[in-house]
């Protein structure tokens, strides 16, 4: 069991600016869309600090160039692709010294734009949970896709949620998408950041099941929304009601059945989480194999995700990078 000393027991209720001061941005890049990127920085340029860190992009002199156009952005290069998981891990180690542990870390994605006051929304939310006595791991906002316009809610005990019924309201979820992601540095610490070994996909998965198992909760709230990328196409289904998954390449299909399998053999993971992990991935492996117009490459990628994921070989690798 994680204890706060010295975290739950401070005063975190603050003024209306002080988010501007208390939340620390981490954004990482990889071969970004500019302009999209220049949307995220454009409305994080009130924050005292953002640490960028790319995990060596194809285009990183175009990165390079927009960033020395922001005082705030403090830019890191990576000198290879470490995955999602262990540049966040990097990038919240570069702050380390310039934050204190009543801090907020933001986690964002390159091709994310926080809407409105969606950032102050999410502190000002934090503060409260905190001040009335909630082990807050982690708050997120609600998600609205950028191509699709779609809204994305949370889920609470496998069902989805797609709306509140007042505002200034918060709820309790089974976890939260990375980006948006507003955590007390202090839990960060404990838990010692994310699993790098992930790379990428289900890193928020096996943040928020280990936030939870020890005592923490994640909490969700339209009142904050981030306009998000799901995909540059969405794909909309019927299973027991209407859903919606990204059209992934076959590439991050070995990463997301390689990482899907590992959380299966999770202890901390739920077991409703892994009887609908598993009915998601039959139907992947369905449509993808049948409509997909490179059907060959995803079930492959399918079949020796599952087959890595079962042996515990997880990391970089090196088929998968780009």
């Not at 923490?216 to 969405?234: K, P, R």
């Not at 039959?282 to 079962?310: A, E, I, P, R």
Request: hydrophobic share 35%.
């Amino acid at each position: 069991m994680i204890h706060t000393k010295g975290y739950m027991g401070k005063n975190y209720l603050s003024t209306k600016k002080d988010y501007v001061e208390k939340v620390t941005t981490v954004v990482v890049t990889y071969n970004p869309d500019i302009s999209r990127l220049e949307a995220l920085l454009d409305s994080l340029s009130l924050f005292r600090s953002v640490q960028l860190t790319d995990n060596n992009s194809d285009n990183i002199d175009e990165i390079k160039q927009l960033c020395s156009i922001y005082e705030n952005i403090h830019p890191c290069f990576l000198p290879s692709n470490v995955g999602l998981a262990e540049a966040q891990n990097k990038a919240v180690e570069q702050i380390e010294g310039d934050v204190s542990s009543d801090d907020f870390i933001l986690l964002l994605d390159q091709d994310s734009v926080p809407l409105d006051d969606c950032i102050e929304v999410l502190f000002q939310h934090a503060n409260s949970l905190i001040a009335g006595g909630v082990r807050l791991g982690v708050i997120g906002p609600a998600l609205s896709d950028s191509y699709s316009d779609s809204r994305f809610g949370f889920i609470k005990n496998g069902r989805r949620r797609y709306k509140q019924s007042s505002k200034n309201h918060t709820f309790e979820c089974d976890g939260i998408n990375s980006s948006g992601s507003l955590i007390p540095l202090a839990v960060w610490r404990e838990l010692k950041g994310n699993n790098s070994e992930l790379f990428i996909d289900h890193v928020e998965t096996d943040w928020c099941f280990r936030v939870i198992a020890v005592g923490y909760v994640c909490y969700g709230t339209f009142d904050a929304l981030l306009s998000h990328s799901m995909g540059e196409s969405t794909i909309k289904y019927w299973l027991f009601g209407q859903k919606s998954m990204p059209d992934r390449t076959p590439k991050r299909h070995y990463y997301l059945f390689r990482n899907s399998m590992h959380l299966q053999k999770q202890k901390y993971v739920p077991r409703l989480w892994k009887l609908a992990n598993i009915v998601k991935l039959l139907f992947t492996v369905c449509y993808f194999s049948l409509f997909s117009q490179q059907k060959v490459d995803h079930f492959k990628n399918m079949w020796v995700g599952l087959l890595d994921g079962f042996r515990g070989h997880l990391g970089i690798d090196n088929r998968y990078l780009k």
